[in-house]
């Protein structure tokens, strides 16, 4: 009882300090989280917490293999993606890898790697009418979005894709769209502001066909090694896109709690 007690007069006193009324000043409104877990004699869990958590477990690659987004966590993750959060993430990431690259002497052989779907190109649109992940993968559809040729680029990837091509480091696009979507994809990618690229691979479903996205990224990445590019960076929404062998020099993971790729 005197612990609990003694906890509640440092709340109350935190509170008093940076509470409402003081932040307010600032412009800022701070919302007092509890730190207890679980709620009610049953111990049921508290929705906004426990579906924080399961995205932290799916972006430190904790949780892998899952099918679809929690059924709970549906209105969690959507509001994350289309609130101020998930581009604070993404601004995160993209803005410590300009910082990296402009630690480096540049040369006309540097290359860049990066992901397309839910990289450089946002699927928001496709998966807000399902679900944002909870709903079972369906190809057809998803294969009807692609070859709308409409997705819009991701903000903070554009800035970085944009500035990297300004260092002159050479952009390697490389994605899980096959062949087939090969010319969409590229139309989709100069219609939303990226205007130019080294290279922009797609997978030949004949040679990768029934294989992990790891093993075709890795196979694809020896490949422009082996034309004598030096991969300094790459960036991806999938732990598959980054894993793996010739990753390049460093690695960024961008957030995406939505699906999981092996």
């Known amino acids: ?53 399961w995205r932290l477990g799916v972006e430190a690659h904790n949780i892998i293999g899952f099918s679809s987004v929690p059924a709970d966590c549906v209105g969690y993750i959507g509001n994350y993606l289309i609130g101020e959060q998930y581009r604070s993430d993404s601004k995160t990431v993209c803005r410590e890898a300009y910082f990296y690259v402009k630690t480096l002497n540049i040369t006309d052989r540097d290359a860049w790697v990066f992901d397309i779907d839910e990289t450089t190109l946002s699927d928001l649109p496709y998966f807000a009418d399902h679900g944002f992940g909870a709903e079972p993968f369906n190809s057809t559809a998803y294969n009807a979005w692609v070859y709308l040729g409409v997705a819009p680029a991701l903000p903070e990837s554009l800035k970085l894709y944009r500035k990297l091509v300004t260092l002159g480091i050479k952009i390697i696009f490389l994605t899980g769209r096959t062949q087939a979507q090969h010319e969409v994809t590229a139309a989709n990618l100069k219609q939303a502001g990226y205007y130019k690229w080294e290279k922009l691979i797609t997978k030949d ?33 999938q732990w598959s896109d980054i894993l793996g062998t010739n990753t390049g020099a460093r690695t960024f993971k961008l957030p995406d709690p939505m699906y999981y790729l092996s």
Request: include cysteine; aromatic fraction near 10%.
């Open 1 to 53: 009882m005197k612990v609990f007690v003694l906890f509640v007069a440092v709340a109350v006193a935190a509170w008093q300090c940076h509470g409402a009324d003081g932040d307010r000043d600032h412009g800022v409104d701070f919302q007092i989280f509890p730190l207890r877990m679980k709620s009610g004699l049953g111990g049921h869990y508290i929705p906004e917490i426990s579906c924080q958590s």
């Open 205 to 237: 479903t004949t040679i990768y066909n029934g294989k992990t996205a790891l093993t075709y990224k890795s196979t694809e990445r020896k490949k422009v090694e082996e034309e004598g590019y030096k991969i300094i960076g790459n960036i991806g929404d």
